[in-house]
């Protein structure tokens, strides 16, 4: 009980994702760029792997003399070949996708990538881009704000009918769904579906009242899939 009380979502998804990595090697893809700061590059997990990172535009942190290749793009039209990877990491990632991400690329290095559409899909057309890059066999790991469907201007949370249509579109030979809710007595726990649908997003420059949960999603939902 009380396990990151208060603290966001990485305080899961790291946990999560390095419980189910696989050691030793491979490709990996870091898709957005989730994985890119010390602690969490120079795990064990990722030591003998080849990582490379796709993300809009270069940031502060930059592993190159550890081996860690930067590609700038859109997550939706990559320049990867088919089944690159063995492995494809996503974690609140694709929530952003579609909407307006010029935060994240303030010198627009990336154009249109980082520019809001009108759809509120782009997200599927990046969800069956990291299926055609991961190898038949492969494994992706996807996490995403979960609880009442709630649009901002550069994030969205996904509903139980959005986190269905990204398996979907994935089309996965397995997978298995994680989900996890946060309470201010409790901390980050996991939990069925059902409870944590009502889950909401919260951001401390816009929302009031607080309702006790960390600065950003209440729950989430992390996802393994398999190509």
């Known amino acids: 009980m009380g396990y990151g009380r208060w603290v966001d979502e990485r305080i899961v998804e790291y946990p999560w994702l390095f419980s189910l990595l696989p050691e030793g090697g491979g490709d990996l893809l870091d898709a957005g760029s989730t994985l890119n700061h010390a602690d969490i590059i120079h795990h064990s997990k990722l030591h003998n792997k ?13 592993f190159w003399k550890d081996g860690i290749s930067y590609i700038y793009g859109d997550l939706r039209d990559t320049i990867f070949r088919d ?25 627009g290095i990336s154009g249109k ?19 055609r890059v991961l190898k038949s066999g492969g494994t992706a790991y996807f996490s995403m704000p979960f609880g009442k469907h ?7 949370v996904f509903d139980a009918a959005m986190v269905d249509r990204v398996i979907e579109t994935f089309a996965p030979t397995s997978h298995t769904a994680f989900y996890y809710k946060s309470s201010a007595t409790s901390g980050w ?11 909401r997003f919260f951001d401390v420059h816009q ?19 398999t190509r």
Not at 50 to 62: D, H, K, M, Q, V
Not at 83 to 107: A, C, R, W
């Open 83 to 107: 089944q690159t990877f063995d492995y494809l990491v996503s974690l609140s990632v694709i929530e952003h996708i579609g909407l307006d991400n010029q935060m994240y690329d303030p010198k």
């Open 50 to 62: 080849r990582t490379s990172i796709l993300t809009l535009a270069p940031e502060e942190n930059c």
């Open 113 to 131: 990538a980082a520019i809001a559409d009108s759809s509120r899909a782009g997200h599927l057309a990046a969800v069956r881009e990291m299926q």
């Open 189 to 199: 726990q996991n939990c069925r579906r059902e409870e944590a649908a009502e889950s």
């Open 150 to 156: 709630d649009v901002r201007n550069w994030i969205q």
């Open 207 to 225: 929302d009031a009242p607080w309702p006790g949960c960390p600065a950003a999603s209440e729950a989430i939902v992390c996802l393994k899939m």
